[in-house]
């Protein structure tokens, strides 16, 4: 009899361990599923917010790329043009026929302005003579210069403001999909009621690699910029110092044409 009575008290004192164990599994937190830590899975995984970020900056680092190329290309041929037109103009040959030879439409800045001041040159000497036509002569032949000097380094400077404006926005872009990418982060861990790494850091590392692009489309695009602005400033101190030179002579022909009918009649 007392052997029955022990069985309940058994099967009581079995349950009780059972249902603890239960409710201790039903409590703890649910592991953190696995993340792809590479590059592709952090960009796979990461929200649309942080992916239309990383998209963004990678395709103007590509863009900054291209305009590098076009522009490093450009300068050298416009600095190997400018070089062989020099040796032509200062080998002692005609204006005139050096004029004729670069025609209405030049193909690199310097022979733009020369074609301009040769240009304005003709037009002003045809107009009369005298001492009044000497100095007019030389101021327009000087601001017509200046003017193609300018529009040549317009054409060349052409989406310069792109590299600007990607070297200093897009650290702060890749910072808004940081912040972006940390705010979804935290309302996870609220979830899943659970700050272990292994729920922490594969939201962060999502997160924190928009700004590693953004970093990757900036660094570039200031260097570049810094280096093309350079350059570019030598060629246009280049071309102006040409600009000077071919001014001057102009104005010495054309104070010689001014002064010619007076030696003859002197004469």
Do not use: C
Not at 235 to 244: D, K, M, N, Q, T
């Amino acid at each position: 009899m007392k052997y029955l009575l022990a069985l309940p008290l058994l099967s009581l004192g079995l349950a009780l361990p059972l249902d603890a164990l239960a409710q201790g599994v039903a409590s703890a937190p649910l592991a953190a599923p696995a993340h792809d830590m590479s590059l592709m899975g952090l960009f796979l995984q990461a929200d649309w917010v942080v992916k239309a970020v990383m998209v963004g900056l990678l395709m103007a680092s590509v863009y900054v790329w291209a305009i590098a190329f076009e522009k490093f290309t450009t300068l050298k041929r416009a600095k190997r043009e400018a070089d062989e037109f020099e040796d032509r103009f200062w080998r002692g040959g005609s204006l005139d026929e050096l004029y004729r030879v670069q025609g209405d439409n030049p193909a690199h800045p310097m022979a733009a302005v020369f074609v301009v001041g040769m240009r304005e040159w003709h037009a002003s000497t045809a107009a009369g003579s005298g001492a009044m036509m000497v100095a007019g002569t030389r101021e327009r032949v000087e601001r017509a210069m200046v003017v193609t000097i300018q529009r040549e380094m317009e054409r060349l400077e052409k989406r310069m403001t792109f590299l600007a404006s990607t070297g200093s926005a897009a650290p702060f872009v890749g910072l808004f999909g940081t912040v972006w990418g940390i705010m979804n982060s935290f309302a996870a861990i609220a979830g899943m009621q659970n700050t272990s790494l292994a729920v922490v850091a594969p939201g962060i590392a999502e997160a924190l690699f928009a700004t590693a692009i953004g970093l990757v489309a900036a660094i570039p695009a200031v260097l570049i910029y810094n280096m093309l602005a350079s350059q570019m400033g030598k060629f246009a101190g280049r071309l102006e110092g040409f600009a000077s030179e071919f001014g001057a002579i102009l104005a010495r022909q054309t104070e010689a044409a001014a002064n010619a009918p007076r030696a003859a009649a002197a004469e």
